[in-house]
């Protein structure tokens, strides 16, 4: 297959915002409980932390985190979370069935946060609760003293206020299945007065309102329009979400789950504009994609098990075993993310530990990296910089949930400081070679720096605690820079990181 690539240093698309590196990480299952926290763990540090798990989180540079729901955060009270340990309250999380001990809450999450090196990004609950506990959980986390709340935060331990400039205005409001679920007007009025409330405490502060759950609601995407017809001036986001899977086995359509995804974003662009012109407004709203991974594999035995379970304390649920397809699945979509990050300024990849999590860890045992940890990481670490515009010449193909899907998926990033242009390269061909020929303007005469890659797997291998480094990313070959022009020939199946400086 010929793929005819062509880059040129002035179609730029954005500037992209380091926070579409994202993550997300809910009170549920075992990603806090046995996830980063297990004090009993021979890993365990002071506060309780698995430092094997730090390292892991630590090494794929997460701009910021979304905590702590989620479904979880619609019926939480916060201040079950804080002051001695032993004086917390159990509670029954409603959203999973099981038993929330309260043993970390948002004074310990923050440690661990800083430790990891990642901003919060808080969620409150406007499902069970609402604009009251809102405001004065925001107290206690960013006012400095002298107030009620922030003087419990100080008499708690933490003196200095931790600035949280990211506020999730509840989690998926659409969804029949959340406690407090609400119409889009009602949730849109609630929203508004909240973000009102929050701009009124610190005009700094971002906030996040909640669009679709996935763009399968029968709400979508009149729920966009509704909610943001009431808030549209007080926030700076709309949510989406969005899981996919390959339950048919059909990986090509699965692949073009990717080019449905932008489809998704364009369309939610075209809702916020036209509320926009609508109201005259003059602010911008951007896209927050603040819950997207593969959530497939075993989804059905977890709602069949969860049924039938009488409220564990962290029981195992959501615990995807990745495989090789994931991981090209997710290359891909972290290249739509590129693509399209005028419109998507953040992205959480969710979640991080052990729920539908690109980091697993046994309870007293082992954590390993699964097979979509990597290109998470490479897009974390090198997809930094200008989002490029790239031209691609390549066969397509049509298949259930879109049509003219490219075989050769390419996202290019320049960073200009660094002086650095990656391009992500994933054939999605099952059984050609790409002929690459990309050619480069404006990039004076770089050189290949670094050539990474994930090929020859089958698409079934996964990782696991006995074989932790089984599918992996390997120095790249066959690739060149030959007169100016890069060359070479990618497998089929394969994804490539390739840095030119
Ligand atoms: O990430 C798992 C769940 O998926 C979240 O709690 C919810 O927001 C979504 O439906």
Redesign the pocket.
């Known amino acids: 297959m010929k793929a005819r690539v062509t880059v040129h240093r002035d179609f730029r698309i954005s500037s992209i915002d380091e926070r579409l590196y994202s993550a997300?990480i809910?009170h549920?299952g075992r990603a806090i409980y046995s996830g980063i926290y297990e004090p009993d763990h021979p890993q365990a540090d002071a506060n309780g932390f698995r430092k094997d798990v730090l390292k892991f989180v630590q090494d794929l540079r997460i701009p910021a985190i979304r905590y702590p729901?989620?479904?979880?955060v619609s019926a939480y009270n916060w201040e079950d979370g804080i002051g001695p340990k032993d004086k917390r309250p159990v509670r029954l999380d409603l959203?999973w069935r099981s038993k929330e001990t309260n043993q970390v809450g948002i004074d310990d999450f923050a440690i661990w946060a800083e430790q990891a090196g990642i901003e919060m990004m808080l969620a409150v609950n406007l499902g069970s609760r609402g604009l009251e506990e809102a405001r004065n959980f925001l107290e206690y986390v960013n006012f400095p003293g002298g107030t009620q709340w922030s003087d419990l935060r100080r008499s708690n331990g933490r003196k200095d206020p931790y600035g949280v400039k990211m506020w999730c205005l509840g989690?998926?409001m659409d969804?029949p299945w959340q406690i407090g679920h609400k119409v889009a007007t009602e949730y849109g009025r609630l929203a508004n007065e909240t973000a009102k409330a929050f701009k009124g405490f610190d005009p700094t502060i971002e906030a996040v309102v909640c669009g679709s759950?996935n763009d399968r609601m029968p709400t979508y995407p009149e729920w966009e329009r509704e909610v943001l017809e009431e808030c549209y001036e007080n926030v700076d986001y709309i949510s989406l979400?969005k899981?996919f899977g390959n339950k048919s086995k059909d990986t090509l359509n699965y692949f073009g789950k990717i080019e449905e995804t932008g489809r998704y974003i364009q369309t939610i662009g075209g809702v916020i504009d036209y509320v926009k012109s609508k109201k005259r407004a003059k602010n911008d709203v951007h896209i927050c994609f603040d819950?997207w991974n593969v959530w497939y594999h075993i989804r059905e035995d977890d709602s069949r098990r969860i049924k039938e379970w009488d409220w564990p304390e962290a029981p195992p649920l959501?615990e995807e075993n990745y495989n090789f397809e994931d991981a090209l699945f997710v290359a891909g979509l972290l290249n739509e993310f590129i693509r399209r990050s005028d419109r998507v300024r953040i992205a959480c990849i969710?979640?991080l530990v052990n729920?539908?999590a690109p980091i697993r860890a046994e309870k007293g045992g082992p954590a390993w990296r699964q097979t979509i940890y990597y290109p998470y990481q490479f897009a974390s670490l090198y997809g930094r910089g200008d989002a490029l515009n790239v031209a691609v010449d390549a066969p397509t193909y049509d298949c259930s949930v879109a049509d003219d899907v490219c075989y050769l998926d390419v996202a290019g990033v320049h960073d200009k400081a660094a002086g650095t242009l990656t391009l992500f390269v994933l054939n999605r061909h099952l059984t050609e070679t790409a002929d690459l020929d990309v050619s480069l303007t404006g990039f004076g005469s770089p050189s290949l720096a670094e050539h990474l890659s994930m090929e020859g797997y089958g698409l079934n291998d996964t990782n696991g605690p006995d074989k932790p480094d089984n599918v992996v990313p390997g120095m790249g070959t066959g690739v060149g820079v030959e007169d100016g022009q890069l060359k070479g020939k990618l497998a089929p199946l394969s994804y490539h990181v390739l840095r030119l400086s």
């Open positions: 997300f809910e549920m729901g989620g479904n979880f959203a989690n998926e969804g759950s979400h899981y819950e959501l969710a979640q729920v539908i």
